[in-house]
């Protein structure tokens, strides 16, 4: 568990470093946040159907996305690990005596709460403090808030179960861009990034409904605004405990044969 | 030119070596684009319509885009990927060669996966014209070429500007996407249905308004008057895109007095 | 040919702490500290030299090779190559020169060498009947035949070296540069390329300059050492005058039948000691070899014998010392 923990937080630091980074991420979420709500502004402006979902509750779904945006996308790449499977280096991540599995999972969550916890706070303020309707609101109850954080983090689990499949696939591909696209670009309208879950049509709905991307970020949302009664919410977390032990173990499986075929690469 | 079609075919060859990851890459490339297309259709079917404008028409606006984001993505991708190149100090190498830094980065990258975007906004290009009550006559053909090449220029424009801030920073040039992805995702959707302030952005500073939106008026027929000028307009990506390579110069220059 | 006049150049580096603390601090305030990478640097070299650029690491090596290739602007000084400023001709300039850095590759990664080279042909607008001669030559010489169908990422470091070389020659350049060129290779890749360097200058008389920390390549193939530390140019000779600047040392390695005590020699350091084998190190203006020689077959029975300098590396290592570098 130390070893984890002294990865964590070597990760947490080195993320830690990269101020400007930062500040340009930042920048860059609230504009794309801006951007996104003010589109569906204008569609809910002369609209005539009654969608699903209040422009309130709209906004806090993207101003949420923005925020958390570490936590749910997955289109989050640690290079050094796809150097190491395409170099060959792996051969030295072998030699360490613990688990790659638990390793790079570890390696992953400190990079990701890194990134978020630098992020959120500004955004999350910004956010609350923009005029209506663009602005984020708060939950209606503790209790909602409090299931937030549970399924958020939660999500953040499953997240990067999913996102160990995309490492693991690169043992066989030898290349990181083409499965990072493929996983990223479905895993991601699946989750809802693209537009909400609810403002799909419903055959669509049914279909994320059945994949774990929408538990990672539309899920947990969701709880947030309180559109997800809580009662629900509970029957969800354990929906998300269920993907979470099946990804790890499908993800443990996967990797043990990845690794009995290592290609070592060049000499 | 020559030098630049021997680029290419030597950067096919690499490519060509990795092929599981080609194909995906191409079908992920085609996917992209695919989704978001999803979205819109999603949008319009639950509301119909934004700001009187129809689905098809939103399609071709995002067709349009989505085909010169995709060619200058293809051709101008070493400018994308530049602060990589400076970052490993491979950017020395291109210093002591006897050809121009522009061209030698143009050459550096060239994905041919992207063929699969460039072709998914092409059939979305011809769906939605076929699906618009217009007709296409010989001006209205010029003016959609015209917006496409001008659509290139601006995107490789911004990816220049890009490229040369790297030259100072290599850090938080994550921020510029706001120009190219978010300018893209913003130009998807006809300008007039933005705050004034962003539509006023999007024509006067980075004009993608210009090759874009207001061209689509007049494709559409619905200019009152002053055809000529909504037609011509995309030539603003003309002038937009001399002071990114005035930048890219000074960058160069600058990089040369502090690399390390 | 090559005349560098009074060359200065500094850096400015962001000053990177280790804890979470000072990474937090960093947020918001960054400290920089001023670099001096070249102080001063002026030297002359003429056509036809082979020029051992030595110092230890970070002394401002690759910075004077940078500057002399035209990638970096100094912040003063001048620099004339072939007539031209590198940084200011660059286009121009950079046609005559070849450059290899051993620690990057030029080459393609994915294709074969010899898709790499057409590449170059062109980017160098080579003539095609010069670029087949010398293709023909280097093929030849480097004894690169077998390989230049392989990808590069599929070579052996040796093998990529090779290559390398002959990237940077395609193009006939008057002068080559050598950023430690033999770096990571085994012994017998290492004097195929210096009996390559070596003939290169002598038939087709390119100047060249070379970095290396491995000593044999300086004793291999320069005629003359520019020694560079903490950015100032320290030293500007031959080997041979750096020997006699140092040069009243010999080691003497001595073999005999077994005898198992040390024998000690008045005025002499005995460097190892073996029931069968001694080795000694005396200054001929103290105790001459003669005399040692005398001393020691009169106590053992002396199999053979061996009087040698002081090696290269000593050499290079008493100069750091006198400079305290």
Known sequence: MNTYLSVWKLRFVSGLQYRTAAIAGMATQLFFGFVFIMVYVAFYAHSSAQPSMSLEQLATYIWLQQIFLAFVMLWFRDNEIFNLITSGNIAYELCRPCGIYSFWYAKLLAQRLASAILRCIPILLVAFLLPKPYNLTMPPTAATFALFVVTLLLGLAVNIAISMFIYISVFWTMSPVGSTLVIAVIGEFLAGMIIPVPLMPSWMQAITYALPFRWTADFPFRVYSGQIPQSEAVWGILIQFVWLAALILLGRWCLKRALRQVVVQGG | ?260 | MIALQGINKSFKVARRTAGVRQAVKALFAREHTIVEALHNISFEISPGEIVGYIGPNGAGKSTTIKVMSGILVPDNGTCKILGYTPWQDRAAYVRNIGVVFGQRTQLWWDVPVIDSFGLLRDIYKIPGDVYHANLAMLTESLALTDIVQTPVRQLSLGQRMRCEIAASLLHDPKILFLDEPTIGLDAASKIAVRQFIKRINKERGVTVILTTHDMNDIEALADRILMIGKGTLLYDGTLNDLRSRFGSKRIVTVDYREHYEPVPIDGVTCLSWSPERAVYSMDIEVTPVASVIARLSEQVEVVDLEVGTTPVEELVLELYKEHRI
């Open chain 2, 1 to 260: 030119m020559y030098l630049y079609l021997k680029y290419i075919s030597i950067l096919f060859k690499s490519q060509a070596q990795y092929r599981l990851s080609f194909w995906l890459l191409t079908v992920g490339q085609a996917l992209t684009p695919l989704t978001v297309l999803a979205g819109l259709y999603f949008m319009f079917a639950q509301f119909g319509q934004v700001k009187g404008w129809t689905f098809y028409e939103a399609a071709l606006c995002y067709a349009v885009i989505g085909l010169s984001y995709a060619l200058s993505e293809t051709f101008a991708r070493g400018f994308d990927m530049f602060s990589s190149l400076v970052g490993s100090g491979d950017f020395d190498r291109l210093l002591v060669r006897p050809r121009s830094t522009i061209l030698q980065v143009l050459g550096s990258k060239f994905e041919f996966a992207r063929l699969g975007r460039m072709l998914q906004s092409l059939i979305v290009l011809f769906w939605s014209l076929s699906k618009l009550p217009i007709e296409l006559t010989f001006p209205k053909l010029f003016t959609l070429m015209l917006m496409i090449v001008c659509g290139v220029l601006i995107f490789s424009g911004l990816f220049v500007a890009t490229a040369s801030l790297s030259f100072w920073t290599i850090q938080g040039i994550e921020v510029a996407n706001v120009f190219t992805d978010g300018g893209r995702e913003m130009a998807k959707y006809p300008l007039s249905i933005y705050e004034k302030w962003v539509t006023n952005f999007f024509t006067y500073v980075i004009p993608l308004g210009c090759v874009n939106y207001l061209p689509l008026l007049y494709v559409l027929g619905r200019t009152d008057g002053h055809q000529l000028r909504y037609m011509l307009s995309p030539l603003a990506g003309v002038v937009f895109i001399l002071p990114c390579l005035l930048l890219w110069h000074i960058g160069v220059r600058h990089y040369r007095s502090t690399g390390s």
